[in-house]
């Protein structure tokens, strides 16, 4: 469930940004639309994305022997484009954004959507991590996500982030160590 709401979490708030990119820079009037907008948009991009973007795919990969490898990564192209496209319009009829003019209000924000999660999927494992500590924070499992970095990290790295915490290397928390013991 956690993953889940993380993905989720992060992913409305960089689609709000891009839906504000669109709203900016084309006739699409999205405003305060665009908390709703960018919950739809969510939704399509997790939920509907891949499952249209698989039955698109599985209809092209039939005539995939008859193309080139230039030909090839044009069709993947415009499937890609298809695909934002189709997301675009379901957003648009399920959310409050209206639409001003053919090609910059129907065939533009697509390209911005394409953009946006190509930019995603180079930032999401950050953002989603970056999500999940702030969740864990939220929840009180402040730990959980530490122990779970630190179990797969290496010694040296261990100690850096224990000396970052409280400014002591490993050294100098043993003597202080025999101090109180002593």
Same mark, same amino acid.
């Given at each position: 469930m956690r993953?889940?709401?993380v993905r989720?979490a992060?992913l409305l708030v960089f689609n709000? $940004?891009?839906? +504000? /990119?669109? *709203?900016w820079?084309t006739?699409?009037r999205?405003?305060?639309?665009? &908390?709703?907008?960018?919950?739809?948009l969510t939704?399509?991009v997790?939920?509907i994305?891949?499952?249209v973007?698989?039955?698109?795919?599985?209809?092209a990969a039939?005539s995939?022997?008859?193309r080139?490898?230039l030909?090839?990564?044009l069709?993947?192209?415009?499937?890609?484009?298809a695909?934002?496209?189709l997301?675009?319009v $379901?957003?648009v +009829? /399920?959310? *409050?954004v209206?639409?001003?003019?053919w090609?910059?209000?129907?065939? &533009?924000?697509?390209?911005?959507l394409?953009i946006?999660?190509a930019?995603y999927?180079?930032?999401?494992?950050?953002?989603?991590?970056?999500?999940a500590?702030?969740y864990?924070?939220a929840?009180?499992r402040e730990?959980?996500?530490?122990?779970?970095?630190t179990?797969?990290?290496?010694?040296?790295?261990?100690?850096g982030?224990r000396?970052?915490?409280?400014?002591l290397?490993?050294?100098q928390?043993?003597?202080l160590?025999?101090?109180?013991?002593g």
């Amino acid at each position: 469930m956690r993953k889940w709401v993380v993905r989720f979490a992060s992913l409305l708030v960089f689609n709000i $940004a891009v839906l +504000l /990119l669109i *709203g900016w820079f084309t006739p699409a009037r999205v405003g305060w639309s665009a &908390l709703w907008a960018g919950i739809v948009l969510t939704a399509i991009v997790i939920w509907i994305k891949p499952l249209v973007h698989r039955w698109f795919a599985s209809m092209a990969a039939k005539s995939a022997h008859q193309r080139t490898k230039l030909g090839e990564k044009l069709v993947e192209f415009m499937l890609a484009v298809a695909v934002a496209f189709l997301v675009w319009v $379901a957003t648009v +009829l /399920l959310s *409050g954004v209206s639409v001003g003019g053919w090609f910059w209000g129907w065939i &533009l924000p697509p390209v911005f959507l394409l953009i946006g999660w190509a930019i995603y999927d180079v930032v999401d494992d950050r953002v989603e991590g970056h999500a999940a500590g702030l969740y864990d924070r939220a929840l009180g499992r402040e730990g959980t996500t530490d122990a779970a970095a630190t179990a797969s990290e290496s010694p040296e790295s261990t100690a850096g982030r224990r000396e970052l915490q409280d400014g002591l290397t490993d050294e100098q928390r043993r003597m202080l160590d025999e101090l109180g013991n002593g």
